[in-house]
């Protein structure tokens, strides 16, 4: 009988967890490639490495409740870390939304300029930059934990069959198992859970707000000066 799929052993599983990083990377760039009109790149860096560095820590709790969820129940590590991601995927877009609704509404209530996701000053700063980026991070933790709670711990043995007849097609195949749980699918919930969450923590911009060149939110505040005087001097 093979062993069963584990989340963290090995040089494989590390590789495998390097492309589901790049797959979330690529997604980003992707949908600023496709928005209108576009974030400068500085500012689409801040929106992306905020939900990065939030990323990272939910994907760490997602690991740690993998293998906790294992012990002592019938599926492995990475049927539970599949399950637990769908489940958290799901709830955490309507909890974050929520979220960042409320949080939004106090910021804009007290006129927290330093926390107004998406808006980083003009230039723009690594001051609100960092600053939001270390409340995002703490949102997104302690959603997953809420979902853990709420959701998770009252069904896990109901939840823990679940998983069991997930895995069942590809137990015995533990590194084709791993590749199915942290790349084949989290790509695809990855890439709809950053697509829904870049929406919710980006300064919303109006379509028509000045810049109708598609190619104007590209430049920078300095392009910007450069190119207004050299017209300037044509005319002249």
């Not at 690529?26 to 939900?51: G, N």
């Not at 003009?122 to 409340?135: G, T, Y």
């Not at 910007?224 to 005087?229: A, E, F, P, T």
Request: glycine residues 6%; positive net charge.
């Amino acid at each position: 009988m093979s062993d069963p799929c584990r989340l963290l052993s090995g040089v494989f599983p590390m590789l495998v967890q390097i492309c589901l990083a790049l797959a979330a990377v690529c997604t980003l760039v992707y949908k600023r490639h496709k928005e209108r009109p576009r974030r400068a790149w500085i500012v689409w860096f801040f929106d992306a490495s905020k939900q990065a560095f939030a990323g990272l820590l939910q994907h760490m709790v997602n690991l740690a409740f993998g293998v906790a969820f294992a012990v002592g129940a019938t599926a492995s590590e990475c049927a539970w870390y599949l399950l637990n991601f769908c489940i958290s995927v799901g709830c955490g877009v309507v909890i974050l939304y929520g979220a960042m609704a409320v949080y939004k509404n106090l910021v804009d209530r007290f006129n927290i300029d330093l926390l107004k996701s998406g808006e980083y000053g003009k230039p723009p700063s690594w001051k609100p930059w960092l600053a939001q980026l270390l409340v995002w991070g703490f949102i997104s933790v302690a959603e997953k934990y809420l979902t853990a709670v709420v959701v998770i711990l009252p069904l896990h043995s109901h939840l823990d069959l679940v998983a069991s007849m997930m895995e069942t097609p590809v137990a015995r195949y533990p590194n084709l198992e791993l590749i199915i749980v942290m790349v084949l699918a989290p790509a695809v919930l990855n890439a709809v859970f950053f697509w829904l969450i870049d929406n919710i923590i980006m300064r919303r911009r109006p379509k028509h707000d000045g810049h109708d060149d598609p190619r104007a939110p590209l430049l920078d505040d300095d392009s910007c000066c450069c190119v207004s005087v050299g017209r300037n001097s044509h005319r002249t």
